[in-house]
């Protein structure tokens, strides 16, 4: 099943959850009820067809005959509020006992899909997590610009074997957009699906944290959402993640199980590798929950990455948390994917001179162990790439990302 081609796709409404549901649990509501009472329907029946105008009608509250965008959604429930199978008293996932409509099965999404040919071949001889690298797209649009599509070509071109997914999460993929067109014909192993997040969570950890806190109350709910997701992805399917700003610029497989720091005292959890269900990960996935602060700039990220890795490495030298390895579990060190720390970000636009000899053209950053590049999309987003440049973003552009290079603007 591919859930991008038959899935109803929304955009997040203020309070989090999708208007359209809010009809549908209405919808099945009326339905209970109205089995009930089978000569009521049939009563209103009667009046909706003597009131064509009438789009629906409430009876006790509860009951909508549905409108036509109610039919389609009907066998989708709010997970928030569905009535959770395990107790004797029905309660939904917070533990309130006034839901009305059993919780169904989740959609599940396969990234190993079986009627997938080239992918079976491709991943026959390797192990079955080694095959998956995730990026995740929380802000509600379904689209890349040329900078994400950017990262996820180079992810792709320096990793043939690695199945690259790209989740839009509560967004409907805009197909016609170039960037999204010019991955897809150019990389058999890029993937698009678009996913319901209370789907996606539901039965895991962070289903309650997502339901029953008050997460979105800040204006960076978008990170927080994004830092518990790509926890919940490793840990479900084991894999790689990347933040939507890092260049590619070698093959990573050779790294497993493993987080980047940034500098000697910083951890990000922007590129990060995990076997399926390891432990280290489910460890994060709790702290995640128990400390979660909205508050705090870092805390649900970097920080909580930090505070893990001091319990799973038991004090690991605080001092010194670059190139750390503690017992199934790595720290990369900061020249692996932050070669410019985030007080350098000038340097990825630094102008070179066209006289300069190729020696000087090289960068001098950007060696051997260099993995991947973090360019900081916070900081440098609003610096123009010239095309016809030679700074380093460009020149990173140019060489690990070809196809979006070529199809970019003068200035993006
Ligand atoms: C269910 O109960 C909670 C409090 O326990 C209340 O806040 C909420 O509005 C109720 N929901 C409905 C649909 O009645
Ligand atoms: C999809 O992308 C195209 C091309 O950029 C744009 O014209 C269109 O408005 C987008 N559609 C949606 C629904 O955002
Ligand atoms: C989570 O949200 C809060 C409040 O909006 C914000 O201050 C904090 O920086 C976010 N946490 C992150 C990005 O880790
Ligand atoms: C390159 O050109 C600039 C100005 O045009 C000049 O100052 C510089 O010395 C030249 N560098 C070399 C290596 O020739
Ligand atoms: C590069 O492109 C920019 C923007 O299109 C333009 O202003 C500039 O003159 C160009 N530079 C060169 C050397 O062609």
Redesign the pocket.
């Known amino acids: 099943m591919n859930p991008s081609k038959n899935k109803t796709s929304y955009l997040i409404s203020n309070d989090g959850y999708p208007g359209i549901i809010k009809c549908r649990i209405h919808y099945l509501k009326c339905c209970q009820s109205i089995l009930g009472r089978y000569l009521l329907v049939k009563f209103f029946i009667v009046i909706t067809s003597a009131f064509p105008f009438i789009i629906f009608i409430q009876w006790n509250n509860n009951c909508y005959l549905p409108t036509n965008m109610c039919d389609t959604l009907m066998t989708k429930v709010d997970r928030a509020t569905c009535c959770l199978q395990h107790s004797n008293q029905p309660e939904d996932i917070c533990g309130r006992f006034n839901c009305t409509v059993p919780c169904t099965e989740p959609e599940t999404f396969n990234p190993h899909p079986q009627n997938d040919p080239t992918l079976l071949t491709r991943h026959a001889n390797q192990e079955d997590n080694k095959g998956n690298a995730f990026f995740i797209e929380t802000t509600g649009n379904g689209a890349l610009n040329y900078r994400q599509a950017c990262a996820v070509e180079s992810l792709a071109l320096h990793n043939p074997n690695l199945k690259v997914h790209v989740l839009f999460m509560d967004a409907t993929i805009n197909q016609s957009l170039v960037t999204l067109q010019t991955l897809v014909e150019n990389y058999a192993n890029i993937q698009f699906v678009s996913l319901d997040v209370g789907e996606y969570i539901a039965g895991t950890l962070i289903d309650h944290w997502y339901h029953c806190t008050d997460w979105r109350r800040g204006s960076y709910h978008v990170n927080n959402l994004s830092n518990a997701l790509r926890l919940l992805t490793v840990y479900k399917y084991g894999g790689y993640y990347f933040d939507l700003d890092i260049i590619s610029v070698r093959p990573v497989t050779y790294y497993r199980n493993f987080v980047a720091a940034v500098d000697r005292e910083i951890v990000n959890n922007n590129a990060i590798h995990a076997d399926q269900k390891h432990p280290f990960i489910e460890m994060a996935i709790k702290d995640f929950i128990t400390n979660f602060s909205p508050d705090l700039w870092g805390n649900n990220g970097p920080d909580l990455m930090f505070r893990v890795l001091q319990k799973w490495c038991n004090d690991v030298n605080t001092e010194a948390i670059n190139y750390v390895t503690c017992p199934g579990f790595n720290v990369l060190p900061a020249s692996s994917f932050h070669p410019v720390t985030h007080f350098e970000v000038e340097k990825l636009f630094v102008q070179r001179m066209a006289n300069e000899t190729d020696k000087e053209k090289s960068i001098s950053w950007l060696t051997k162990k260099v993995v991947g590049v973090h360019v900081w999309n916070r900081m440098s987003k609003d610096a123009p790439i010239?095309?016809?440049?030679t700074h380093a973003y460009n020149r990173m552009a140019r060489d690990h990302c070809p196809h979006i290079f070529s199809i970019a603007p003068?200035?993006f």
């Open positions: 010239y095309k016809n440049a003068e200035i």
